[in-house]
């Protein structure tokens, strides 16, 4: 989902700055609290675990969201972009940068050891930045994405006690757009440019593609 694309940090990022030792050491920090209390959720279709990523986990992400989105194969989910976009919608040079920015989480589902889901956390103040969401086409439209974003929700409140999630979808898409509707997203009418010419964010197929914000009050989470 488109959602990872636009804001203060596009997921694609092909560099990363270098960091104080005392921002490096608050970010393993908070990524070693934040793995800790990172819970297993089990829906019907079997027993779901999260995680956050590692640069291990890299190359798999990136054929994950490839596989959402893109080519022909991803016209097996309801997700596909194949419509509006060629090209790629990942890199691992993005996919590693948020990895290891001590500011976000990529969190991980998997079952039975295989991955079927992510998406990517961004620490915004009191705010959280929603992104990266994939769920392998095979396994769409059974719950697995609705336990993802809820897990993603619980994280952001719980650990670092945002009160608000937001995130930019391609507004062409009503049917994502009104999945995140029926889960409690509102669109703002905040619009944001598509990247026309960077190829690194796929190759539209049509001329008036942007980014709708979308954002939800978070629900208090227990101390």
Same mark, same amino acid.
């Given at each position: 989902?488109?959602?990872?694309?636009?804001?203060?940090?596009?997921?694609?990022?092909?560099?990363?700055?270098?960091?104080?030792?005392?921002?490096?050491?608050?970010?393993?920090?908070?990524?070693?609290?934040?793995?800790?209390?990172?819970?297993?959720?089990?829906?019907?279709?079997?027993?779901?675990?999260?995680?956050?990523?590692?640069?291990?986990?890299?190359?798999?992400?990136?054929?994950?969201?490839?596989? &959402?989105?893109? %080519?022909? $194969?991803?016209? *097996?989910?309801?997700?596909?972009? #194949?419509?509006?976009?060629? =090209?790629? @919608?990942?890199?691992?040079?993005?996919?590693?940068?948020?990895?290891?920015?001590?500011?976000?989480?990529?969190?991980?589902?998997?079952?039975?050891?295989?991955?079927?889901?992510?998406?990517?956390?961004?620490?915004?103040?009191?705010?959280?930045?929603?992104?990266?969401?994939?769920?392998?086409?095979?396994?769409?439209? &059974?719950?697995? %994405?609705? $336990?993802?974003? *809820?897990?993603?929700?619980?994280? #952001?409140?719980?650990?670092? =006690?945002? @009160?608000?999630?937001?995130?930019?979808?391609?507004?062409?898409?009503?049917?994502?757009?009104?999945?995140?509707?029926?889960?409690?997203?509102?669109?703002?009418?905040?619009?944001?440019?598509?990247?026309?010419?960077?190829?690194?964010?796929?190759?539209?197929?049509?001329?008036?593609?942007?980014?709708?914000?979308?954002?939800?009050?978070?629900?208090?989470?227990?101390?």
């Amino acid at each position: 989902m488109r959602s990872g694309s636009v804001g203060r940090r596009r997921t694609r990022l092909l560099s990363t700055c270098t960091m104080p030792a005392d921002s490096i050491a608050a970010g393993a920090v908070l990524r070693s609290l934040t793995m800790e209390n990172v819970k297993e959720f089990a829906p019907a279709a079997g027993e779901l675990t999260f995680r956050a990523a590692t640069e291990e986990d890299v190359p798999a992400l990136v054929a994950l969201v490839e596989s &959402a989105y893109r %080519g022909e $194969a991803s016209r *097996a989910g309801w997700t596909t972009e #194949a419509d509006l976009l060629g =090209g790629q @919608r990942t890199d691992p040079e993005g996919v590693s940068a948020v990895v290891a920015d001590p500011g976000s989480i990529v969190l991980t589902a998997e079952r039975a050891g295989r991955l079927v889901a992510c998406c990517h956390l961004e620490r915004r103040g009191g705010e959280a930045y929603f992104g990266m969401f994939a769920v392998s086409p095979a396994q769409q439209g &059974a719950g697995l %994405g609705k $336990a993802v974003l *809820a897990e993603a929700e619980r994280m #952001a409140g719980a650990e670092w =006690g945002a @009160r608000r999630m937001q995130m930019t979808v391609i507004r062409q898409r009503d049917d994502l757009i009104a999945w995140y509707e029926r889960r409690g997203y509102s669109r703002t009418g905040e619009l944001s440019p598509f990247p026309y010419g960077d190829e690194r964010f796929g190759i539209p197929r049509r001329s008036d593609l942007a980014f709708e914000l979308l954002v939800k009050p978070l629900a208090p989470q227990p101390s």
